[in-house]
């Protein structure tokens, strides 16, 4: 497997679904297959929270999620499970700051793809040497959908990081409506990773569409 180029990256990044069971009120898959068709370009299995999976049953939903992902040709990442990524044999794994170090998961990965969450220049100088392949930045706004939460940054971090990283393919995270995509591309963002702006929608192809279509109005004038 070579390694990825960062323009495909920057790419997939466009619209990225973050998504677990604990987010749906439904088959998280039938959610995955709905947003892709509405125009997300690559997804993140993130089982966490209350009556988060765990086992087997953890393993066949992300199967499922992944079958769904192949048959779009859409890139499946799996949030901190390495061990669930390699058996997968996913697309890639996304870590944030407490997980397994970066270096380690780079050995375990291969030519994987390495998101990694940084919210400071510091962090994101430490994660380019390491070799993350992408930067998710956040929370850019107030977020439902995760507890520990670090404080919001606004599109401020996006600016610092971009402003240091001028190559790095990077995502921003939190709270984020089709109504402030414009907000995070302008300040540097490839594109928009969300949980509940599809997820917590009765219609995910809808609500996908709708963010796809402010992305492309938004990068075609960068
Ligand atoms: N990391 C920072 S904010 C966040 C994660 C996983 C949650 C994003 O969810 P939402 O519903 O798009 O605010
Ligand atoms: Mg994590």
Not at 54 to 77: M, N, S, T
Request: net charge neutral; charged share 25%.
């Amino acid at each position: 497997m070579k390694p990825v180029e960062a323009a495909d990256l920057k790419a997939w990044l466009k619209l990225y679904l973050v998504i677990g069971s604990a987010n749906c009120r439904k088959d998280a898959a039938e959610v995955v297959e709905e947003a892709i068709r509405g125009g997300v370009t690559m997804v993140q299995f993130r089982e966490k929270g209350r009556n988060a999976l765990e086992g087997a049953a953890k393993r066949e939903l992300a199967g499922r999620i992944l079958a769904v992902c192949r048959k779009h040709g859409v890139p499946l990442i799996v949030n901190d499970d390495v061990d669930l990524a390699l058996a997968l044999d996913a697309d890639g794994v996304h870590i944030g700051q407490e997980d397994e170090p970066a270096e380690q998961v780079r050995k375990r990965i291969g030519n994987r793809i390495l998101g990694l969450s940084v919210h400071s220049p510091e962090e994101a100088r430490l994660g380019a040497e390491r070799h993350a392949d992408y930067f998710g930045v956040g929370p850019v706004f107030p977020t439902v959908s995760k507890e520990d939460a670090r404080p919001v940054q606004g599109t401020a971090a996006l600016r610092n990081i971009r402003g240091m990283h001028a190559a790095m393919p990077i995502v921003g995270i939190g709270g984020i409506t089709a109504d402030r995509v414009h907000e995070v591309i302008q300040a540097g963002a490839d594109g928009v990773a969300v949980i509940s702006a599809i997820t917590h929608t009765p219609d995910a192809c809808h609500a996908a569409m709708e963010l796809s279509r402010a992305l492309t109005g938004v990068l075609s004038k960068r």
